[in-house]
């Protein structure tokens, strides 16, 4: 599955981006600038809609809720028995066990390449981060510098999705969007290679 998330330096107008994405798209709301509006376009165009840490804007959108490094907040305590959708972000093996045991459904595993998003930290690299995502008890998605010739770096069979700011930016050149996600995702969530 296919992942934008917004971020107001970086994505200026996430409008024009999340009118782009396929629908079964997903959204991971950081900047909550418009996000009624926002809320809106992701459910007219078919799109999952998370919100990064804020419980209560969650719940007011009806959207998921997107966890930091697999914890749950401590106004989200009773998140689970909502039944709405969960992610997470993820570094490293423990945030990972965080997510599965708070019962996300994707944790989104960063970064894998240098990026913009992640100043100064190295990538984990394909290779560690395929064995993270292999032993980890929930699907992985991609997230740090993942577009073109990098996407087909990762292996297909871990790799549950990708998530991206740049990447998917409406500003990008056509050339450039035709070549940010090669790893194609199946609707139910699966790698599929073009």
Do not use: E, K, T
């Given at each position: 599955m296919l992942w934008l998330f917004t971020d107001a330096q970086r994505l200026p107008d996430p409008f024009a981006s999340v009118s782009r994405l396929p629908r079964g798209a997903g959204v991971v709301l950081?900047?909550?600038r418009d996000a009624d509006r926002l809320a809106r376009l992701c459910r007219a165009r078919g799109l999952a809609?998370?919100?990064?840490?804020?419980v209560r804007l969650a719940a007011r959108l009806g959207a998921g809720l997107h966890l930091r490094d697999g914890r749950i907040p401590r106004t989200g305590r009773a998140w689970r028995k909502r039944g709405a959708l969960l992610t997470?972000?993820?570094h490293d093996v423990a945030s990972l066990r965080r997510a599965a045991r708070a019962g996300a459904a994707l944790a989104f595993l960063s970064p894998v390449f240098l990026s913009a998003s992640h100043p100064g930290l190295p990538g984990l690299?394909?290779?560690r981060w395929?064995?993270?995502?292999?032993?980890?008890a929930l699907p992985v998605a991609a997230l740090g510098g993942v577009e073109g010739r990098s996407a087909r770096?990762?292996?297909?069979?871990?790799?549950?999705?990708?998530?991206?700011i740049g990447a998917l930016a409406a500003e990008a050149s056509v050339a450039r969007k035709q070549q940010c996600f090669p790893i194609a995702m199946r609707s139910d969530g699966g790698p599929l290679r073009r």
């Open positions: 950081r900047d909550r809609l998370v919100v990064a840490g804020d997470s972000s993820a690299g394909p290779a395929a064995l993270l995502a292999r032993r980890a770096r990762l292996p297909p069979r871990y790799c549950a999705g990708a998530g991206a």
